[in-house]
């Protein structure tokens, strides 16, 4: 008895930083989205780490938070309404985490479409602030 009680105290263990990052991390995203509802793009970039890459579909990698800004900005050019949906999210250790996620978007122009797709970040702690690492991102479910 007493080695079960050990071996589920080690698996609770091993499952508390995830679930003590996920509200954290969700909390940025819903920032991320009032930057981008706002048209904070530089706001955006503050949210990732100094060398952070993303690998946006179709393109070429951007990195650094300044190229980064500047991606989000021709983005919301294209692009509305972002909703960001955290499906999962792994601890990588006390300062870093990966998060799977599902988005939704609208196209702008005169006949406006949905567009759905999945994602997944590299999160690290810098100080005490989660920061984005590496982000990519692609259509479908």
């Known amino acids: 008895m007493r080695n079960i009680v050990l071996v589920m105290v080690f698996v609770v263990s ?3 930083p995830a679930l003590a990052q996920k509200p ?3 909390a940025i995203n819903t920032k991320f989205i009032e930057f981008f509802n706002k048209g904070d793009f530089s706001g955006i970039g503050s949210l990732y780490t100094a060398d952070a890459i993303a690998m946006p579909p179709g393109s070429s990698l951007v990195q650094g938070r300044a190229a980064i800004a500047v991606m989000w900005k021709g983005m ?7 909703k960001l949906t955290t499906v999962d ?3 990588l250790g006390p300062s870093a985490a990966r998060e799977i996620g599902t988005f939704a978007l609208k196209t702008k122009g005169p006949t406006p479409q ?3 797709g ?3 970040v590299v999160w690290e702690k810098v100080g005490n602030d989660w920061k984005l690492a590496t982000d990519i991102w692609n259509e479908g479910k």
């Not at 919301?76 to 972002?82: C, I, K, L, R, T």
């Open 76 to 82: 919301a050019d294209q692009v509305g309404d972002p």
């Open 114 to 116: 949905e567009v759905t």
């Open 24 to 26: 954290e991390i969700e």
């Open 118 to 120: 999945k994602y997944v």
């Open 89 to 91: 999210v792994k601890s």
């Open 14 to 16: 091993l499952a508390a």
